[in-house]
C-alpha cells in the first residue's frame, strides 16, 4: 500500500511540530489533521504544491511550501519534501533550463551573463534576465506541479487496480 511506504519515509506529525522555525512561523496551524492526513487527494495536492515551490526562484523555499500547503490542507510532510527537486546540485541546471523556457517564450535571446554570487550581481546582471527567468520558473513550476500530480495519481491508481486484481485472485483460488 503507497500509504506503509510514505508513513516509513515521512516524519510523523509530532517531530514537525517539534521543529521551531516552522513553529514559530505557523503555530497552531500545525495542528490541523488534514496536514497529516495520507490520501491521494492530499498527497496529489501536495506533490503539486511542492513541485511548484521548487520552482521559486528564492531562499527558504521549504517555508514557502508548508506555508501553501498549510493554506490549501494537503499534506504536509510530502510538499515540503517536493521542494528538494531543487537541490543544491540540480538548481543551476533547472533554473537554466527554466531561463530558456522564458527565453523562448518571450521571443528574446539569450544573453550571456555570467553568475556569482554577489550582491552586485544581483543588482545588475540579475536585472538583464529576470523577465525571462520569473516566466520561465512560474510556467516550469506549473507544469512540472501538475505533470508531477497527474503522475502520482496515475501510479496510485495503478496500485489500486493491480490490489484489486491481487485480491480477487486470492479469492477465486482459495473458493
Known amino acids: 500500500m503507497p500509504r506503509r511506504f510514505l508513513r516509513r519515509y515521512l516524519p510523523s506529525p509530532a517531530s514537525v511540530r517539534g521543529d521551531r522555525t516552522l ?21 496529489t495536492r501536495a506533490i503539486a ?15 514557502l511550501s508548508a506555508g501553501a500547503a498549510i493554506l490549501i490542507g494537503c499534506n504536509l510532510p510530502v510538499a515540503v519534501a517536493m521542494v ?41 546582471q540579475l536585472s538583464e534576465i529576470w523577465e525571462p527567468f520569473l516566466l520561465g520558473c512560474f510556467v516550469m513550476g506549473i507544469a512540472c506541479g501538475t505533470l508531477g500530480a497527474l503522475a502520482f495519481n496515475g ?21
Open 23 to 43: 513553529s514559530r512561523l505557523f503555530g497552531a496551524w500545525l495542528h490541523n489533521p488534514n496536514l497529516w492526513i495520507l490520501n491521494r487527494g492530499s498527497i
Open 49 to 63: 504544491v511542492g513541485l511548484f515551490m521548487a520552482f521559486v526562484p528564492v531562499p527558504f523555499q521549504m517555508v
Open 84 to 124: 528538494w527537486v531543487t537541490n543544491p546540485l540540480t538548481m543551476g541546471p533547472i533554473f537554466y533550463f527554466s531561463y530558456r523556457v522564458g527565453v523562448v517564450i518571450l521571443g528574446d535571446t539569450v544573453k550571456a551573463v555570467e553568475f556569482e554570487i554577489s550582491w552586485d550581481w544581483l543588482t545588475h
Open 155 to 175: 501510479v496510485w491508481r495503478l496500485h489500486v487496480i493491480n490490489s484489486w486484481k491481487a485480491r480477487r485472485q486470492r479469492r477465486d483460488n482459495s473458493a
